[in-house]
C-alpha cells in the first residue's frame, strides 16, 4: 500500500471498521437467504462508504494523540503525524510520501520540505473526504 494510503486508512479506520462489522456480519448472514433484492444491497455499499469518507479528521488524531500522551506536534509536524499513526517516519518514508503526493519542496529532510508535506497529506485527506479544520492545514 502507498504510503499516503496507509495515512487514510489509520485516520478513515481508526475504530470506524470494529463496531460496524459485528453488526454487519449478522445482517449478511440474513440477507444472503434472499438473492432476488440484489439491487438493494448495491446501494446499501454505497451509503456505508460515504460515511466512512466523511470522517472529522482533527477529531480522530485528537483522539489518537490523546491516547499517547499528546502525540507531539503532530498539527504541523509531517514526523510527528506519522509517528502518531505508527507509520515509518523515516527521512526514506518522507521522500516516498513526496514524491506520491508530488511535493519537490526544499532538501529531502529538510523543514520547508516536511512542512510542505504536512500541508499536502492534510489537502489530500481533505480532498477524499476527510474533514479537516484549518488548525491542520498550516
Excluded at 26 to 35: C, G, I, L, N, S
Excluded at 45 to 67: F, H, K, N
Aim: charged fraction near 15%.
Amino acid at each position: 500500500m502507498s504510503m499516503f494510503g496507509n495515512i487514510m486508512g489509520k485516520i478513515f479506520g481508526h475504530k470506524k471498521d470494529a463496531p460496524a462489522a459485528s453488526p454487519q456480519t449478522p445482517q449478511t448472514t440474513q440477507a444472503a437467504p434472499t438473492p432476488t433484492p440484489a439491487p438493494t444491497p448495491t446501494p446499501a455499499p454505497a451509503a456505508a462508504a460515504a460515511p466512512a469518507q466523511s470522517v472529522d479528521v482533527g477529531a480522530v488524531l485528537s483522539e489518537m494523540a490523546a491516547m499517547k500522551n499528546g502525540g507531539g506536534n503532530y498539527q504541523s509536524s509531517i514526523v510527528d503525524l506519522l509517528k502518531l499513526l505508527d507509520l515509518d517516519s523515516s527521512l526514506a518514508a518522507r521522500k516516498e510520501l513526496g514524491q506520491e503526493l508530488g511535493v519537490h519542496a526544499g532538501d529531502d529532510g529538510s523543514a520547508e520540505q516536511n512542512i510542505a508535506l504536512h500541508k499536502a497529506v492534510m489537502a489530500k485527506l481533505a480532498e477524499n473526504g476527510g474533514i479537516v479544520p484549518d488548525s491542520l492545514r498550516n
